[in-house]
């Protein structure tokens, strides 16, 4: 009897459900996390160093890049290159190389046509969609992208186009817009650098964004999107050209 009164005295146990073991668990052991690879914004950084160079031409087409080379000339390990690197490949501005590293893509007349039909599509529908919100686009992107055209920076000129094409994205108010239009943006940066290190900007593209602005601005949606889809197809055809004539140039150059 003495034993079932202690017994009874003594607090009861309750049962360990699954939660609370595991609860139990995580207090008695620490909890082991999968050491990254690579820290995410380290892997950016390094792919948009990358990006850079092979848009402006520092690495040139068909040009070959190691892990090692680029660590050593970024000051950082080769884990976040490598990453870096399966990204660029993915993404086709870098290639398989037989024996070590990859080769810098060439460019290519013909897929960037491919890429424009596509931009131009999305163009067209951000600025339908703007003009239906009678978005004021700020006049500062027309006023610093007309001085820019005027310059020989070339990052400036496109830096300029693309804030024009992101405000267009942002007025939407549809982010999937913006998201698909950044890849092939990366592409076009690329190959707007190849040209424009070789020729002027064209003269009417600042007359162009300016009428489509006002279109939008105006609620004209079939309008805007006309505007923007001439555009597109006139700046594709313009920079093929002007990307074929710098190809030959570089091949009679060899």
Request: aromatic share 4%; charged share 30%.
């Amino acid at each position: 009897m003495a034993d079932r009164r202690l017994d009874a005295d003594l607090p009861k146990r309750r049962p360990c459900t699954i939660l609370r073991c595991i609860l139990y668990t995580e207090s008695v052991m620490p909890a082991q996390l999968v050491q990254l690879e690579a820290a995410p914004d380290l892997v950016d950084q390094v792919y948009r160093s990358l990006l850079d160079a092979i848009s402006d031409g520092s690495l040139a087409p068909g040009e070959r890049i190691t892990q090692e080379d680029i660590a050593e000339r970024l000051a950082v390990s080769r884990q976040p290159v490598l990453q870096a690197l399966r990204l660029l490949k993915k993404d086709g501005f870098v290639l398989d190389a037989p024996g070590r590293g990859v080769l810098v893509a060439p460019l290519d007349a013909e897929w960037i046509l491919k890429v424009y039909q596509v931009r131009g599509a999305l163009d067209a529908l951000a600025a339908r969609l703007a003009a239906a919100h009678r978005y004021r686009l700020d006049a500062k992107l027309i006023e610093q992208g007309r001085k820019a055209a005027r310059g020989r920076n070339v990052k400036a000129m496109i830096d300029a186009d693309m804030a024009f094409h992101n405000a267009i994205y942002a007025a939407s108010h549809n982010p999937l817009i913006e998201q698909s239009a950044h890849q092939h943006w990366r592409h076009l940066r690329r190959v707007m650098g190849a040209v424009l290190q070789q020729s002027r900007q064209r003269e009417t593209v600042w007359d162009e964004h300016e009428a489509i602005a006002k279109a939008i601005a105006a609620g004209d949606a079939d309008r805007a999107a006309r505007l923007i889809e001439q555009h597109s197809q006139r700046a594709s055809e313009n920079l093929a050209l002007r990307l074929t004539q710098v190809l030959k140039t570089r091949e009679g150059d060899k």
